[in-house]
Nanobody, 126 residues
Framework: QVQVVESGGGLVQAGGSLRLSCTTS????????MGWFRQAPGKEREGVSC????????YYADSVNGRFTISRDNAKNTLYLQMNSLKPEDTAMYYC???????????????????WGQGTQVTVSS
């Protein structure tokens, strides 16, 4: 049974930083592309950042490019999202997802990801 578990969310002031982590079990982590997605209240879920199976290709949404950094440690089956210079508009539930699929520098469709976590809440106060 595949499990995807996020951690690291919380409440932070604008301008602050958080690091999200995502661990998986039940799948061969280094075969999977990984992604971070988020959903704010009343809005559709959107892609934040994705990374290919070997870390060679990354995708960032325009809204987070330059502030967020995605990385992975295949030896630890763990995905990270370092979030700096946080803004109130970054407030959302953040989801980690795994998929046997491609990642492009300018595209990372949600439909590429078949395994999803339950999410971790990030709240940025102004």
């Amino acid at each position: 049974q595949v499990q995807v578990v996020e951690s690291g969310g919380g409440l932070v002031q604008a301008g602050g930083s958080l690091r999200l982590s995502c661990t998986t079990s039940g799948l061969t982590f280094d075969h999977y592309a990984m992604g971070w997605f988020r959903q704010a209240p009343g809005k559709e879920r959107e892609g934040v950042s994705c990374i290919s199976w070997n870390g060679g290709t990354t995708y960032y949404a325009d809204s987070v490019n330059g502030r967020f950094t995605i990385s992975r440690d295949n030896a630890k089956n763990t995905l990270y999202l370092q979030m700096n210079s946080l803004k109130p508009e970054d407030t959302a539930m953040y989801y980690c997802a795994a998929g046997l699929a491609w990642v492009r520098r300018n595209l990372c469709p949600q439909s590429n990801f078949g395994h999803w976590g339950q999410g971790t809440q990030v709240t940025v106060s102004s």
